[in-house]
């Protein structure tokens, strides 16, 4: 299986475009901003919150860092003027860090006056470690002049229990992942099991602790046990979300979610960058990745 992955992993990135697009579409909300909009409302309808992303990262000039961060203020005006339960996910390298980290701080701080003029929210993207300190500090930063921003924490980190513990306070506003990079032993936990175990304790400690956790995870296991513990704790409502990427297949466990009060966000990519955004998800969905390379071959 794990050479199959690998071959797979392999033929992925020579696919043409147009070949990728139809299925890249599944976890992408189209090219541009109406786009998303008009995902978001009709996720909104059904009663699903949102958060949208602007596909890309790694910005290399103060231009393309610049460009980006005026995109996401128009987007959090547009979101205020059309009154969606929206708000916004980014990632730092997307905003300069790692290319001019003055410029991404700036970038940040501009597009953070904007979420408070318009009464919404940030929310900073983790990256891979190179980017750990470098975003945790620039978020206790601007966490100590604005109310509506917050980090995420990657389970699969050895370091991210001790991380939880600097950061709580009953202000803290953390989205919890399992993480996506890939990251040495050292660093990461690589096991499944360790993986869930860290998982579970980081929601149920910010939970305890007091903070806002955006439970963020397709695994089921661990939405029905955190579901579980939430009711038997009777944690509030308020304290707390279900957060899913759009396109992700779940069932109708959502729609269930909803409908026992829980409050469920949906997390909404889009842009031109669609085609490496959806390389990453169907090499994490092998399933998906081998129907599309055995359709390839079959034409
Ligand atoms: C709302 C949200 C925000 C995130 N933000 C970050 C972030 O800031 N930094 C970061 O490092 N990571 C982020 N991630 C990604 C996360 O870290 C994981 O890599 C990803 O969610 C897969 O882990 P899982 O918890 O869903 O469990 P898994 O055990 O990986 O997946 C559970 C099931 O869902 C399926 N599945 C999972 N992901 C996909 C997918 N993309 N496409 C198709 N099927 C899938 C799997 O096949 C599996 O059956 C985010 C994830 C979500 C849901």
């Not at 290319?99 to 318009?118: G, H, I, M, P, V």
């Not at 891979?128 to 995420?152: H, I, M, Q």
């Not at 390389?279 to 599309?292: D, L, M, T």
């Amino acid at each position: 299986m794990g050479l199959v992955n690998s071959s797979l992993n392999f033929f992925l990135p020579m696919l043409p475009r147009n070949f990728i697009r139809p299925f890249a579409m599944r976890y992408v909300a189209g090219e541009n901003e109406g786009d998303a909009l008009g995902i978001v409302h009709e996720l909104n309808q059904l009663g699903f919150s949102a958060t949208l992303d602007i596909l890309g990262e790694h910005s290399r000039s103060i231009e393309e860092a610049k460009m980006i961060t005026e995109s996401y203020i128009r987007l959090f005006e547009v979101i205020a003027d059309s009154s969606l339960d929206c708000n916004i996910s980014i990632k730092l390298t997307h905003l300069g860090l790692g290319y001019n980290d003055k410029l991404a701080e700036d970038n940040l701080f501009a597009l953070l006056e904007t979420a408070e003029k318009t009464g919404n929210f940030l929310r900073i993207d983790m990256e891979n470690t190179p980017f750990t300190d470098t975003t945790l500090s620039l978020y206790e930063k601007c966490k100590s002049k604005y109310a509506g921003v917050g980090p995420v924490l990657q389970a699969y980190l050895r370091r991210s229990e001790t991380d939880l513990k600097r950061l709580i306070s009953h202000n803290l506003n953390v989205r919890i992942c399992k993480g996506i990079y890939l990251e040495p032993e050292e660093l990461a936990f690589h096991d499944r099991k360790e993986i869930r175990e860290s998982y579970i304790k980081l929601v149920q400690t910010g939970l305890s602790e007091g903070a806002y956790i955006g439970i963020a995870t397709h695994d089921i296991y661990l939405i029905d046990t955190l579901e579980t513990w939430i009711e038997n704790q009777a944690i509030p409502k308020e304290r707390y979300e279900f957060q899913v990427l759009y396109g992700v297949p779940m069932g109708n466990r959502m729609e269930q979610l909803l409908e026992d009060g829980h409050k469920v966000r949906y997390y909404i990519p889009f842009g031109d960058q669609w085609y490496a955004y959806a390389i990453r998800r169907f090499k994490e969905n092998p399933n998906i990745a081998s129907y599309i390379v055995r359709n390839f071959f079959r034409k």
